[in-house]
């Protein structure tokens, strides 16, 4: 009976282990799919990103003001060189997936680079917009809803369709490489 009763409890354990450890996986997971929400400022947004009506691109070249919003609000600090370009619907499709994907980001990690945004994406849906604005030197990128910051990320995984992609609409541009 003793023996019986020890075999028991081991299979309990593990399987409670097992249960633990499936959970901290999921949450690990659900963490990071709650991080690319908040990014694009919600459930909204990220509909608007993957279900736009129209996407629009813009090539940017920094103007500076130095006036504190150089880094927390890029509709500032530069001008419009080129655009819009209108998306085409096979990109619009691939950028929205690519963009809300977990594994499009390097979680962990800080950059010692201060951004030089060279592409924005706009996409609409309804009255909602969303910007996102790419550094293609640094693949860092910075997210505004409806005129206001709502996250931003590092790109990293994510960077070959990015440039591809700003190749595409920008295809005579010498500084998209």
């Not at 919600?42 to 813009?58: C, I, N, S």
């Not at 030197?137 to 996250?151: A, E, F, P």
């Not at 931003?152 to 070959?160: L, R, S, T």
Request: charged share 20%; net charge neutral; with cysteine.
């Amino acid at each position: 009976m003793k023996r019986n009763a020890k075999v028991i409890v081991g299979i309990v354990l593990t399987a409670a282990l097992l249960t633990t450890m499936l959970l901290i996986r999921e949450g690990l997971s659900l963490g990071k799919h709650s991080s690319v929400t908040r990014m694009y400022g919600g459930a909204d947004g990220l509909r608007t990103v993957t279900q736009p009506t129209k996407v629009e691109a813009f090539r940017l070249k920094p103007n500076f003001k130095y006036d504190d919003t150089a880094f927390t609000d890029p509709n500032n600090n530069y001008d419009v060189i080129a655009g819009p370009v209108s998306v085409p619907e096979n990109i619009v499709n691939e950028l929205g997936t690519s963009l809300v994907s977990t594994q499009s980001y390097e979680w962990d990690i800080a950059k010692g680079c201060m951004p030089q945004f060279g592409v924005r994406l706009s996409f609409q849906r309804e009255s909602d917009q969303m910007d996102v604005y790419l550094c293609l030197d640094c693949q860092i990128l910075s997210v505004m809803r409806n005129g206001s910051v709502t996250g931003g990320g590092n790109f990293d995984p994510m960077n070959a369709t990015l440039v591809r992609v700003a190749k595409s609409l920008f295809p005579n541009d010498p500084e998209i490489k």
